[in-house]
Structure formats: C-alpha cells, structure tokens
C-alpha cells in the first residue's frame, strides 16, 4: 500500500485571518485570493473571508492542503 502523500501547504486561522504555512516552492501565494505576506509571523496571510475563494483556488491548481480553519 502507497504512502499518503503529506499536505503541500497548511490552511491555520488565526485571528480572523488564514494562515498559509509551508507552501511549496511551486506556488505563487501572493497570487492568491486575498493573500499578502505578513512579516510579523513571516508567513502569508489572507482574510478569513477570502476562505472560500482561497481554497476553490487550491482545488483548481491541484495544490493539497490541509485544513485547519474549519475545526477551530
């Protein structure tokens, strides 16, 4: 049986925003919906409304993502 492949960037929210933690190399996340780089955690950050957008977008691009916004 193949191994699972790990999620390429880690969906966390934080304060009524999203954090992108560990995208991959390949993606381009200021050029996603509503996501600008914070320097203050040194991670993207994106609106907590932009959710929706931010994670059909993923799905387009066929980026795995774990998701840790709608536990919380």
Same mark, same amino acid.
Not at 2 to 11: K, N, T
Not at 58 to 63: H, K, P, S, T, Y
């Given at each position: 049986?193949?191994?699972?492949?790990?999620?390429?960037?880690?969906?966390?929210?934080?304060?009524?925003?999203?954090?992108?933690?560990?995208?991959?190399? %390949?993606? #381009?996340?200021?050029? $996603?919906?509503?996501? *600008?780089?914070?320097?203050? &955690? /040194?991670?993207?950050? +994106?609106? %907590?409304? #932009?959710?929706?957008? $931010?994670?059909?977008? *993923?799905?387009?691009?066929? &980026? /795995?993502?774990?998701? +840790?916004v709608r536990?919380?």
């Amino acid at each position: 049986m193949p191994l699972a492949r790990p999620p390429a960037v880690r969906l966390l929210f934080d304060r009524g925003t999203i954090l992108l933690l560990e995208p991959p190399a %390949a993606l #381009a996340p200021a050029e $996603l919906p509503g996501v *600008l780089w914070d320097p203050r &955690v /040194r991670a993207y950050r +994106a609106p %907590a409304c #932009a959710y929706h957008a $931010l994670a059909s977008r *993923l799905v387009r691009l066929g &980026v /795995r993502f774990s998701d +840790a916004v709608r536990t919380v």
